[in-house]
């Protein structure tokens, strides 16, 4: 059956943040559809009003700012490459302009086209890597732009281990702790409480198989939650974020004290150090799993 267009223009989307997610990773300040915080889209949406139609999802957001606004950084949609460095004007470029010979690194900055695009240190190399990937340019195969992707995420999104499963391999690795629960024993207001902060990209229809509680009155609204398709997290004073378990590498999952990291991404637990471990094992498992599954298809 042949796809509509809105289909072929949402996998494209999703195609869009599957290579940005792998090569960028998730730490940083970079966001991703569908978790990107109003109040950031909002804001680098505005700082490129003149250049960026209303109508253009933006997939793909890092915000360059010490404060948070957003208003200085990078942005990524279907059509373009947009930009901001501090103390110039913004910039932008569609992706069929781009050459990829004009694609370089440099110490703090990608260079595009003959302009800087100013990075944090730990971005340049994954940044540069995306904008090849995205141009046509990566390992010198000649192709349109992210065409490779032969709609990758149609697999990554499909990936469901059994909630059952997810809940057995759970409750055995990270075992009955305080401040984290299964599935169906999960007190309803901390569920409720979760799913609300995590609303952006969990579907009501989505079971939840655990949910570890980070907070300190037990409101659950920050921590992690575990499903049959995803890990969902936000930490204190950070936007809800989650990543399909297709779509993370097992071997960027590791602890540090009562940190967990994930793909780039540093996520806090409790006090307990013994706990973010116990988390990591768990999480390559379910990754592992996923993994097998998506082969196995």
Known sequence: MARSSEQAREDDQRDVVVLARRHIGMGSRVFYAPSIPREIEQSARFAHDL?????????VVHDGTVFGS?????????QRLCWKNPWESPRQIAW?????????????????????????????????????AMTGGE??????PYR??????????AVTLPVERVITLARSIVGEVPR????????EAKLERARAAHAAHLGDDEPVAMLH?????GNAEEGLVLTSRRLCWKTLGEPATQLPWGGIDAETISASGSYLEVMGAELKLSSRGDLSGAVAVLLRRIVEEASALARGR
């Open 51 to 59: 250049h960026l139609p209303d109508d253009e999802a933006i997939l």
């Open 70 to 78: 957003a208003e200085e950084g990078f942005v990524v949609t279907r």
């Open 96 to 132: 069929c302009d781009v050459d990829p010979e004009t694609i370089a690194r440099d110490v703090g900055k990608v260079m595009i086209a003959g302009r800087d695009v100013a990075l944090s240190g730990e971005l340049v190399l994954g940044v540069s890597r995306f904008l090849l």
């Open 139 to 144: 390992r010198g195969r000649e192709r349109g």
């Open 148 to 157: 490779d992707m032969k709609h990758e995420s149609d697999a990554i999104d």
């Open 180 to 187: 984290v629960f299964y599935a169906p024993a999960i007190p």
């Open 213 to 217: 509680d980070a907070t300190f009155f």
